[in-house]
């Protein structure tokens, strides 16, 4: 594919660059070399931020996966007009979305049984979530802003009410059977539907998950992480098709800027207030936790200002100002994203050990080894992405 196809928003190739280049480095090795700094803010402050929240709450880390739901949302309108512009027809485009969405399901089973002795089936891997969510996201394309707009809230709304009239666990209920450990700061009263295995789609997945072929019976995921996290995260992206679909309006760019910043304001805003964090001794009425690993439905608002305000700032910079060259790194990445998480799964053990074997097994000791190790791990895959570029091999679903 050419890097001058019309109508390409070189901004949004440079945000999804720089959230796989984030991925890819795992926080840069900082949070292992922060644990020889206890005591200095400096360092702890990087690692909360370099690491996933342990439930409520939000790091910089944590904005990776929603970066990824929310930038295949607003790629879904170009995309849908590119093919329009080729004459797909209707038959054809429904058949190449379904066909997507399969692929990026059995694209994360592949990837996360790497290693294992059998298939490992799980389903809250980004690229699992984002196709299980996508056929039903592309059902509403070429339709009113009504349609992606009310679909959002209705989901919302929905899984909130889901989790608030969900049964309580009885006062009885051992916890640390359920993988909660005993110093776990769960919520109370009616926020203990948003608690930490104990909710529906904790529930779900015991269910669900145990119909496949394990080792073991599923009991939980020790991260919290749920299947069912591919419902409000359809919200997210959903958002950014409502971005999308702006951007390819036919007005001004600045007066675009303009309103997606104050919907990413907005958004935060909203976001911020229903957090029960936010009123402390006050939380019972607040609307829900944000905690990314369920993706509570104040995490879905709040994360999506995050990203609006993130894509505002590169469409600004890159397209509005046309100061492209800084961007040509994550460019590279952005166009080749498919390739990059692939190869970040399955060369990144493989290049560990060669790097051991070649450079020495001691390269990487010493207090700022993690950082050295994670630097060139990036580098590597990086230049491969260079080289697909240069060769203009772009992989596709």
Known sequence: MNQEQPGRLLSLDAYRGLVMLAMVSGGLGIPTVAEHFPDHAWWQHLSYQLEHVPWAGCSAWDLIQPSFMFIVGVAMPYSLKG?????????????????????????????????????????????????????FIFLLLGRSWLWPATAAL?????????????????????????GIPNDWNQFSGRLSAWNKHLNPAGYFDHWF???????????????????????????????????????????????????????????????????????????????????????????????????????????????????????FPLYVVGMNSIAMYVMSWLLKPWLKVTFRTHLGKDIFAGTYGPILESTLLVLVLWLICYWMHRQRIYIRI
Request: with cysteine; net charge positive; hydrophobic share 50%.
């Open 83 to 135: 093919r329009q512009t080729r004459g797909d027809s209707t038959r054809s485009r429904w058949g190449h979305a379904l066909w997507r969405a399969m692929v990026l399901v059995a694209l994360g089973i592949f990837l996360r049984s790497n290693g294992r002795d059998q298939t490992n089936f799980t389903f809250e891997d980004v690229s699992t979530q984002i196709g299980l969510g996508y056929f």
């Open 209 to 327: 998950l145990n119909l496949f072929p394990r080792a073991t019976p599923f009991v939980f995921n020790g991260g919290g992480y749920q299947t069912l996290s591919f419902i409000p995260s359809m919200a997210t992206t959903l958002f950014g098709v409502l971005a999308g679909m702006l951007l390819l309006l036919d007005q001004k760019l600045w007066w675009k800027i303009l309103i997606l910043f104050v919907w990413g304001l907005a958004f935060l805003a909203i976001g911020t207030l229903a957090d029960s964090h936010v009123w402390p001794g006050q939380g019972e009425w607040c609307y829900a936790p944000v905690v990314k690993r369920i993706w509570t439905p104040s995490w879905a608002i709040y994360s999506t200002g995050w990203t609006l305000v993130t894509l505002v700032l590169l469409v600004m910079v890159i397209d509005a100002w046309g100061w492209k060259g800084w961007s």
């Open 154 to 178: 209705l989901i919302l709304v929905g899984y909130h009410a889901l989790f608030e009239l969900w049964p309580k666990p009885p006062a009885t209920f051992d916890p640390v059977a359920a």
